[in-house]
């Protein structure tokens, strides 16, 4: 897969996938959802990884690696799917736009990366204060809705701290090898998962909607979507990684009001706007002070 063709399935995957969750756990439960879409995806990338002949790896270093890639699998997927219960795909979406903020607090100290700029903790608090206004308006205390938003956080938290592990490992190895391994690691977390919290299998409950919905991630979310996510994360750099959740929340937003009839109103509209303007000060705020600074040298030259 091309990076340019692997960075715009991430995107449209990752556009859709928040509704797909959504629409997958209406009729089944989410431990469950969850479960089959990852053991459709798992079957399907053993048999393309034996029909292709890709090495797949077990040595120490390949199960770090996937290791450390299960933790946002597992993490980023369960979280999503309770959250999915209390929270609209839309809000899921922007939510894990923050997923870049939280990586650069974890790579300073997992990486000890330089420290956070002066500019960037600016963003922090904007994107901070239109989330504060988008949850303000979208869940209620009585109904639970605070779960939803402990959940996704705890989903934006694991999926972070794994793609920041996961650039502490060096290793040469197929994406679709990683996605496997990883899948293969977090498969038997899913169903020890389903077995605690649920555990029952109401089939007659099932509906084609949900069915449709987790046999989608299970191909294109899971499979297709990490394997591009992990040809991404390999060939480019991680400001351009990052623009995906600068675009993703917008489309899902979209998705969410005109497919499941989600409600944005001026709250959301103003908190979205917030965060997308803290995330693009996050990651091109720099510039602007790197431009206003050749820009006051280029004068002083001419004086």
Same mark, same amino acid.
């Given at each position: 897969?091309?990076?340019?063709?692997? &960075?715009?399935?991430?995107?449209?995957?990752?556009?859709?996938?928040?509704?797909?969750?959504?629409?997958?756990?209406?009729?089944?439960?989410?431990?469950?959802?969850?479960?089959?879409?990852?053991?459709?995806?798992?079957?399907?990338?053993?048999?393309?990884?034996?029909?292709?002949?890709?090495?797949?790896?077990?040595?120490?270093?390949?199960?770090?690696? &996937? *290791?450390?890639?299960? /933790?946002? /699998? @597992?993490?980023?997927?369960? @979280? %999503? &799917?309770?959250?999915?219960?209390?929270?609209?795909?839309?809000?899921?979406?922007?939510?894990?736009?923050? %997923?870049?903020?939280?990586?650069?607090?974890?790579?300073?100290?997992? +990486?000890?990366?330089?420290? /956070?700029?002066?500019?960037?903790?600016?963003?922090?608090?904007?994107?901070?204060?239109?989330?504060?206004?988008? =949850?303000?308006?979208?869940?209620?205390?009585?109904?639970?809705?605070? &779960?939803?938003?402990?959940?996704?956080? =705890?989903?934006?938290?694991? @999926?972070?701290?794994?793609?920041?592990?996961?650039?502490?490992?060096?290793?040469? #190895?197929?994406? +679709?090898?990683? *996605?496997?391994?990883?899948?293969?690691?977090?498969?038997?977390?899913?169903?020890?998962?389903? +077995? /605690?919290?649920?555990?029952?299998?109401?089939?007659?409950?099932?509906?084609?909607? %949900?069915?449709?919905?987790?046999?989608?991630?299970?191909?294109?979310?899971?499979?297709?979507?990490?394997?591009?996510?992990?040809?991404?994360?390999?060939?480019?750099?991680?400001?351009?990684?990052?623009? #995906?959740?600068?675009?993703?929340?917008?489309?899902?937003?979209?998705?969410?009001?005109?497919?499941?009839?989600?409600?944005?109103?001026?709250?959301?509209?103003?908190?979205?706007?917030?965060?997308?303007?803290?995330?693009?000060?996050?990651?091109?705020?720099?510039?602007?002070?790197?431009?206003?600074?050749?820009? *006051?040298?280029?004068?002083?030259?001419?004086?």
């Amino acid at each position: 897969m091309s990076v340019s063709i692997a &960075y715009l399935a991430v995107l449209l995957i990752w556009s859709t996938t928040p509704l797909g969750i959504v629409w997958s756990s209406e009729s089944i439960s989410p431990s469950f959802a969850v479960l089959l879409r990852m053991v459709i995806a798992v079957i399907l990338g053993i048999l393309v990884v034996k029909a292709r002949r890709i090495d797949l790896p077990w040595h120490r270093k390949a199960l770090t690696l &996937y *290791t450390y890639s299960a /933790i946002g /699998i @597992f993490g980023g997927m369960m @979280f %999503s &799917y309770l959250a999915a219960t209390y929270l609209s795909s839309g809000i899921i979406s922007l939510v894990f736009g923050f %997923s870049p903020i939280i990586s650069a607090v974890l790579a300073k100290y997992i +990486l000890t990366e330089p420290k /956070i700029s002066l500019m960037r903790k600016l963003s922090m608090v904007i994107s901070i204060i239109g989330l504060a206004i988008v =949850c303000s308006d979208n869940f209620n205390l009585a109904d639970n809705g605070i &779960y939803g938003v402990v959940f996704i956080l =705890c989903a934006v938290f694991f @999926f972070s701290l794994s793609g920041v592990l996961v650039k502490s490992v060096t290793l040469a #190895i197929h994406p +679709l090898a990683t *996605t496997v391994g990883a899948l293969s690691i977090a498969t038997p977390m899913f169903l020890i998962t389903w +077995l /605690i919290l649920d555990g029952t299998l109401p089939i007659e409950q099932w509906q084609a909607k %949900s069915l449709w919905a987790t046999l989608y991630l299970g191909v294109f979310g899971s499979l297709i979507g990490f394997y591009a996510y992990f040809t991404v994360l390999q060939k480019l750099s991680a400001s351009n990684v990052t623009l #995906i959740t600068l675009i993703t929340p917008i489309i899902a937003l979209t998705l969410g009001a005109i497919l499941n009839d989600e409600t944005i109103n001026d709250k959301l509209i103003l908190g979205a706007f917030l965060v997308l303007l803290g995330l693009s000060l996050y990651h091109f705020g720099h510039r602007l002070s790197v431009i206003k600074t050749n820009a *006051t040298k280029a004068k002083l030259n001419v004086k």
